[in-house]
């Protein structure tokens, strides 16, 4: 059974950098064919799309938040992380990391983020 856990901090200040870090267990990051991707829901909005590493390391961002965005990741320690630079209040949501690129068929319970002075 595949596991996803997002970590990182709650709380945010406009203009700085947002990290989450996605631990998956129960499977490689790096097995052949999957995809891993962070979403999120802002208050009262609908799921977010932000970007995906494949199995090969290989990242594609939307292209809505592409200029701020960088997805890395970890193979030994088996996570991905993603980075959201320039963070305003409209950046507050619910972030998600799944497997899948479009359809997800794993997710994390979600964390949720806050970006307030």
């Known amino acids: 059974q595949v596991q996803l856990q997002e970590s990182g901090p709650g709380l945010v200040k406009p203009s700085q950098t947002l990290s989450l870090t996605c631990t998956v267990s129960g499977g490689s990051i790096t097995n052949n064919t999957y ?3 962070w979403v999120r829901q802002p208050p009262g909005k609908g799921l977010e799309w932000i970007g995906y590493i494949g199995y090969s390391g290989i990242t594609y961002c939307s292209p809505s938040l592409k200029s701020r965005t960088s997805i890395s990741r970890d193979t030994i320690k088996n996570q991905f992380t993603l ?3 320039s963070v ?3 950046d507050t949501a ?5 497997r ?3 359809y997800f068929n794993y997710w994390g319970q979600g964390t949720q983020v806050t970006v307030s002075s």
């Open 94 to 98: 619910v972030y998600y990391c799944a």
């Open 83 to 85: 980075q959201l630079s």
């Open 88 to 90: 305003t209040p409209e």
């Open 100 to 102: 899948g690129n479009s």
């Open 35 to 37: 995809f891993w991707s």
